[in-house]
Antibody
Framework: EVQLVESGGGLVQPGGSLRLSCAASGFTFSSYWMHWVRQAPGKGLVWVSRINSDGSSTSYADSVKGRFTISRDNAKNTLYLQMNSLRAEDTAVYYCARNSGWHRALDYWGQGTLVTVSS | DIQMTQSPSSLSASVGDRVTITCQASQDISNYLNWYQQKPGKAPKLLIY???NLETGVPSRFSGSGSGTDFTFTISSLQPEDIATYYC????????FGGGTKVEIK
């Protein structure tokens, strides 16, 4: 069974940093591209970042470019999102999601971890 | 960036009704359009990929159609368990989501 479990969320002050993790199991993690998607309270889904299967290629939404870094450790089956210079508008539930191996779609999602940026 | 315009933002329908949601892309995305269902407090779930293909295990009352810039999502007979917010997503290059449609029971 495919499982994605996020961790690392919490309360952080504006300008602070946080690293999110997503532990993957039930599939060959190193074969799949992965994504981070966020959802502010009461709002819609917003794509944040993507990484290819070996970590050599990354992409970001303009709103986080230069502040967030996506990475992965295929030996540990774990995806990361390093978030720096956090702003109030980064407050959201952050989901990791797997890119389907056959289609341009996100076929499995974690349960999400809440990041709150506030003083 | 490709923008996705989804409508309506909310709707109320009776059990057994046919429900239709539309999504328009700001440029041609071929059939790289997916639909997700999100129930309150839960993660999104993929329902339809490549505009019209039903994900494994998804009930056949859900369907999708369209190509290019205009897409439609349909629930043929609304059930109580379908209460959720539905999102379209384009994935021509980098993904973007529509604003969502909240579906409620009348």
């Amino acid at each position: 069974e495919v499982q994605l479990v996020e961790s690392g969320g919490g309360l952080v002050q504006p300008g602070g940093s946080l690293r999110l993790s997503c532990a993957a199991s039930g599939f060959t993690f190193s074969s799949y591209w992965m994504h981070w998607v966020r959802q502010a309270p009461g709002k819609g889904l917003v794509w944040v970042s993507r990484i290819n299967s070996d970590g050599s290629s990354t992409s970001y939404a303009d709103s986080v470019k230069g502040r967030f870094t996506i990475s992965r450790d295929n030996a540990k089956n774990t995806l990361y999102l390093q978030m720096n210079s956090l702003r109030a508008e980064d407050t959201a539930v952050y989901y990791c999601a797997r890119n389907s191996g056959w289609h341009r779609a996100l076929d499995y999602w974690g349960q999400g971890t809440l990041v709150t940026v506030s003083s | 960036d490709i923008q996705m315009t989804q409508s309506p933002s909310s709707l109320s329908a009776s059990v057994g009704d046919r429900v239709t949601i539309t999504c328009q892309a700001s440029q041609d995305i071929s059939n790289y359009l997916n639909w997700y269902q999100q129930k309150p407090g839960k993660a999104p779930k993929l329902l339809i990929y490549d505009a019209s293909n039903l994900e494994t295990g998804v009930p056949s009352r859900f369907s999708g159609s369209g190509s290019g810039t205009d897409f439609t999502f349909t629930i043929s007979s609304l059930q109580p368990e379908d209460i959720a917010t539905y999102y379209c997503q384009q994935y021509d290059n980098l993904p973007t989501f529509g604003g969502g449609t909240k579906v409620e029971i009348k």
